[in-house]
């Protein structure tokens, strides 16, 4: 026979063991969500998110180091074909000059803004901040949605904010 101080014990621990088990089960559950940021010496590319209320996939755009364009895509969860489209020159939102767009310093990573549609339009979920070291400054891009099993033709990038983060400098 236990002694009684050790029964109580696994009483306790059992009690804490059910406690925990129905605490975890009440609680509330939140997905994990992760988007994703690769570079090289000349490009970047990057996943944003579009519009989780409605699980469409995420879209993948590519930052050209070289010539100061932005690229994106996003994949259709039906037709498994690439539909939405979308393009902007960030160099010239940089007011960089040709001949200086190729020494530009660039960085990109998307976020979350959930902004509010205007205008019919879909806005997505995600933005995408792209920075900037010779002009000093950070921009703030959103992009449009329509679901398509069709490709549909490139729209552009918007650039709705931005901030600058030091004084614009010379390239060498």
């Not at 070289?66 to 690229?71: A, D, I, P, V």
């Not at 960085?107 to 803004?113: M, S």
């Not at 002009?135 to 891009?141: D, E, F, H, L, R």
Request: hydrophobic residues 45%.
């Amino acid at each position: 026979m236990l002694p009684r101080g050790n029964e109580r014990r696994f009483v306790w621990m059992g009690l804490g063991l059910v406690a925990g088990l129905c605490l975890a089960y009440c609680w509330p559950h939140e997905t994990a969500q992760a988007v994703a940021t690769d570079r090289d010496d000349r490009f970047a590319v990057c996943t944003v998110e579009t519009q989780t209320n409605f699980g469409m996939p995420e879209a993948v755009f590519v930052m050209d180091f070289l010539t100061g364009r932005l690229t994106g895509a996003q994949l259709n969860q039906q037709s498994y074909a690439f539909t939405n489209f979308w393009f902007r020159n960030v160099a010239a939102d940089f007011g960089l000059k040709p001949n200086a767009a190729a020494k530009a310093k660039y960085c990109i990573i998307p976020g979350n803004a959930y902004l509010t549609s205007a205008g019919g339009a879909t806005v997505s979920s995600g933005v995408i901040y792209v920075g900037e070291l010779t002009s000093g400054k950070v921009i703030c891009y959103t992009f449009s949605v329509r679901n398509s099993k069709t490709p549909l033709p490139v729209m552009q990038l918007d650039p709705i904010a931005f901030f600058p983060f030091r004084e614009a400098v010379e390239p060498n």
